[in-house]
């Protein structure tokens, strides 16, 4: 059985090809980023902390990946970058081995999946990894539960992926993909 951010990972190379455009919302230590500058044609990654943005770009050089704009800003700004993406991916909490008082945030998170589904083309994917056993880790598993729960379900399917009889808050996924079908009006 798959780990959910094995099955985040499958999720989103399963429809990323060589010519799409993608983002990592949540660059930390930079391994989904590394993971979608292989597969991608380019790959806006953020994070609001240096350290992150460091240590991606160490394991980006020593890959030989030059497809990747590391920003040091929130998710919530993609907009200022991108207008249409196949992909986002967001591991939600804080930076492993950094400071975790520095969380990702319920308003900035939702604000960055509003416009990342705006922005999905036709077949495109967003898995969002939920860690949430740390404080305020609840409140934004809610908000993003909530968000998710209320896309329309004529233009979006959302669906989740998570272990059942773990302790320890165990994290999960999130998985939307924009629908072929749909058209407006």
């Not at 990894?129 to 305020?136: K, R």
């Amino acid at each position: 059985m798959k780990k959910p951010l094995e099955m985040a990972h499958d999720f989103l190379a399963q429809v990323i090809t060589k010519d799409d455009v993608v983002v990592d919302a949540t660059m930390g230590n930079g391994n989904d980023t590394l993971f979608l500058a292989k597969l991608a044609k380019q790959v806006y990654a953020f994070d609001i902390q240096e350290l992150a943005l460091q240590k991606t770009s160490q394991r980006l050089q020593k890959a030989g990946l030059t497809n990747v704009e590391l920003l040091l800003q929130g998710h919530e700004n993609v907009d200022q970058f991108v207008t249409e993406v196949k992909a986002a991916i967001f591991n939600l909490g804080y930076l492993p081995s950094a400071d975790k008082s520095i969380i990702t945030k319920p308003h900035t998170t939702i604000e960055s999946l509003e416009k990342l589904c705006q922005m999905l083309v036709k077949g495109g994917r967003i898995a969002i990894m939920i860690y949430y056993g740390h404080e305020g880790g609840d409140i934004e598993r809610d908000a993003v539960m909530d968000y998710v729960s209320q896309l329309p379900q004529q233009e979006y399917t959302a669906t989740i992926y998570r272990t059942l009889n773990q302790i320890n808050n165990p994290p999960f996924l999130v998985m939307i993909e924009k629908l072929e079908r749909y058209r407006h009006g």
